[in-house]
Every structure is written in C-alpha cells, then in structure tokens.
C-alpha cells in the first residue's frame, strides 16, 4: 500500500526555519501532485502549498514569500522549506499525494514554533 513518512518537525523559536521532507513509496510519485496541509488545535485542516508533476507550484496567500515546496522525482520526496516561522505556524503538518483522483495522506509531523 502506498506510504508517505513525513519528518523534519520539532520545536523552534520565532524566526526560525525548518525544512521537512515527505517520502513517499509504492505509488508512481513522478506523476503524482503533492501537496502540503497542516491542522492547528481547535482548526480544520488547510491547503499550505501543492506542486505537480510538472513542478508548478501553488501557496496559501497568507504564506507566501516565507514557504517553499519543492520535490525530488528521484528520491521520491517533496519538501517544505519553512523560514521566519510564527507562532501561528504551529500545526501537525501532513503531505498528501493525489494520482488518479485517489489522495493519499501521511501521519503527519509535529511543528512547534515558541519561545
């Protein structure tokens, strides 16, 4: 069955950045749209940035300029690169990757952002 690991959470300050990373198998990620979500306590869930198998790549308004998503075709990975983290941003972060019109969802990582 198809698996998407994500990693690359953890506690850090304002300011900070933190990249993670989601690797993905047993599905053909080269065609694969992968998004990236994130839930906060109390929020419903919401869309943070996608990229396609062509490499386009879409963000939350609210977000841009401090987000990037990008992806590894040959590592089977895509990424999102966090910089100037809020407190807002702390959320369980999830990917997801969508082929065939069936999306497939990851466990979801930990991103803790304070003082």
């Known amino acids: 069955q198809v698996q998407l690991v994500e990693s690359g959470g953890g506690l850090v300050q304002p300011g900070g950045s933190l990249r993670l990373s989601c690797a993905a198998s047993?599905?053909?990620?080269?065609?694969?749209?992968m998004d990236w979500y994130r839930q906060a306590p109390g929020k419903e869930r919401e869309l943070v940035a996608t990229?396609?198998?062509?490499?386009?790549?879409n963000y939350a308004d609210s977000l841009k300029g401090r987000f990037t998503i990008s992806r590894d075709n040959s590592q089977n990975t895509v990424f999102l690169q966090m910089n100037n983290l809020k407190p807002e941003d702390t959320a369980v972060y999830y990917c997801?990757?969508?082929?065939?019109?069936?999306?497939?969802w990851g466990q979801g990582t930990q991103v803790t952002v304070s003082s």
């Open positions: 997801s990757a969508k082929i065939f019109a069936v999306q497939y």
């Open positions: 990229i396609t198998s062509s490499g386009g790549t």
């Open positions: 047993r599905i053909i990620f080269s065609r694969c749209t």
